[in-house]
């Protein structure tokens, strides 16, 4: 076996007898913690701002945690072998969330988000109940990659036809009711390049000319690797008309981690960063809105020493620093003074600024731990579009995390996109459900192939033969 060929090969190899725990009371029981540690969130706010426990407190507790037990009860009836820790991960992010768009609600009574987030947490938790109750296996999905990529790129395209939103066409507004399309795409897509690698992944990884007489570059054939650059092209293509930059990035990133996988050539990693900076060079020097966006973010107190006050990124860099260690405490910020994004693109200040560093890093332990549980799940798949499919969602949550903290912490330009599960955004926190039910599934076939008898798992399609794949 090549090294090349390793990443995936290997998953084919049979796996070693063992046999794990289902551990669903460990998951009831960290979802108690999260609903308490909510709940306590909430009622400190209260608290810092009007000297009271909010009226509303029992009924938020109760609330998260109803939404909280049914989908555990779900996880537990058809899931349970799946991981005990990303349900709860997905529950305290959520009600961390709710908290501070409900702490920022309070200094904006004219402009409240927190019963629309809600209502929008609600209909997540539903669709995960939804996906984990129906979705029996995760091979099913392959048969629909076509169908998901063409579904991709029609709600991509359907904000061109709407009026733009802060410089971005990336809405679709009707009635007062809004989404974002491009929250679903990635999903989609995601579904479509796991496919597409996972019965091309023979082809990509061992036929193809060198690209400087580097063995490691190796580029396949353009008939085998031309229709899923075509696909990211377009879509791409599409994004940047509608100045989406966030999702562009997050889409050539899952790409090209999706690729390396796929083949094990660490040579797509360095390919993909030169293409990205070139990229981004040359859309900001090119594009008037993100050449601005730049700008700040080379000089983020420009606007102070020209006398016109902070900008929004100075404002979010002076509440990382007022945080400090352990913050202000939660209520007793300033981080509203960032402006209209506050609540979301900037809601990491409010989280830095009134929870510190100690808060802050805690935050980020709880993405990294439903990330590595994510690629946990993908490298005991032994089927390759389940291990690529974890993988991608996995890495959607990783690489929109380091381009959203990375934006508002100034270590590279702001992007726009929202904080999974933190921010305000419907689309958003539905979409991050979906991907936690995805990883839910992925994770019970990949802990029930050594923790439950053959005979207890449900049938599966037949996986297409990658040669023959490959060859037509």
């Known amino acids: 076996m090549t090294k090349a060929g390793t990443t995936l090969v290997a998953a084919d190899a049979p796996a070693p007898a063992a046999r794990l725990p289902r551990r669903r009371g460990i998951e009831l029981a960290l979802i108690v913690v999260a609903v308490l540690l909510s709940v306590y969130g909430y009622c400190a706010v209260g608290l810092a701002k009007n000297g009271t426990v909010p009226p509303g407190a029992a009924g938020y507790g109760a609330g998260l945690g109803v939404l909280a037990l049914v989908a555990h009860l779900a996880v537990r009836l058809r899931a349970p072998c799946a991981d005990p ?30 019963p629309a987030q809600l209502v929008w947490s609600t209909l997540g938790v539903a669709l995960f109940i939804v996906v984990v109750l129906l979705l029996r296996d995760h091979r099913v999905l392959q048969r629909y990659s076509y169908v998901c990529v063409v579904a991709a790129l029609v709600l991509l395209t359907l904000p061109i036809f709407f009026p733009a939103v802060n410089g971005a066409r990336i809405w679709i507004r009707i009635a007062g009711f809004s989404i974002q399309p491009g929250e679903f795409a990635k999903v989609l897509l995601a579904v479509f390049f796991a496919a597409y690698l996972a019965a091309n992944r023979s082809a990509l990884a061992y036929t193809g000319r060198r690209v400087f007489g580097v063995n490691r570059l190796q580029l396949p054939t353009g008939r085998v690797l031309g229709p899923i650059v075509a ?9 940047v008309l509608e ?6 990035l997050l889409f050539f990133g899952l790409f090209v981690v999706l690729l390396y996988v796929a083949t094990g050539r660490t040579g797509w990693i360095a390919l993909g960063l030169l293409l990205a900076a070139l990229g981004a060079v040359a859309v900001g020097q090119l594009e008037p809105h993100v050449h601005g966006r730049v700008e700040d973010w080379q000089h ?5 020493e020209a006398g016109e006050g902070p900008n929004q990124l100075s404002q979010s860099l002076f509440a990382f620093a007022a945080g400090g260690m352990l913050g202000t405490g939660l209520g007793l910020g300033h981080s509203i003074l960032i402006g209209f994004a506050t609540k979301s693109d900037f809601i990491l200040a409010t989280a830095g600024e009134e929870l510190g560093l100690a808060g802050l890093s805690a935050i980020f332990l709880l993405y990294g731990l439903l990330v590595e549980r994510g690629y946990r799940a993908g490298l005991a798949l032994r089927d390759p579009f389940g291990r690529l499919l974890a993988v991608g969602l996995a890495s959607i949550v990783a690489l929109q995390v380091f381009v959203i903290a990375g934006g508002v912490t100034g270590l590279i330009p702001l992007t726009g996109m929202a904080m999974p599960f933190l921010a305000q955004g419907g689309s958003s926190v539905v979409t991050n459900w979906a991907i936690v039910a995805l990883l839910i599934r992925l994770s019970d076939r990949a802990r029930s192939r050594l923790g439950v008898p053959r005979s207890e798992e449900a049938p599966v399609p037949t996986e297409p033969d990658a040669t023959a794949e490959a060859a037509r």
């Open 85 to 114: 820790l990303l349900l709860p991960i997905g529950v305290l992010l959520n009600g961390l969330g709710l908290v501070l768009i409900y702490r920022l609600d309070l200094e904006t009574p004219n402009d409240r988000a927190a």
């Open 231 to 239: 696909i990211w092209l377009l879509s791409v293509g599409v994004l």
């Open 243 to 248: 100045r989406d930059l966030g999702t562009s």
């Open 300 to 304: 983020p107190f420009a606007s102070i």
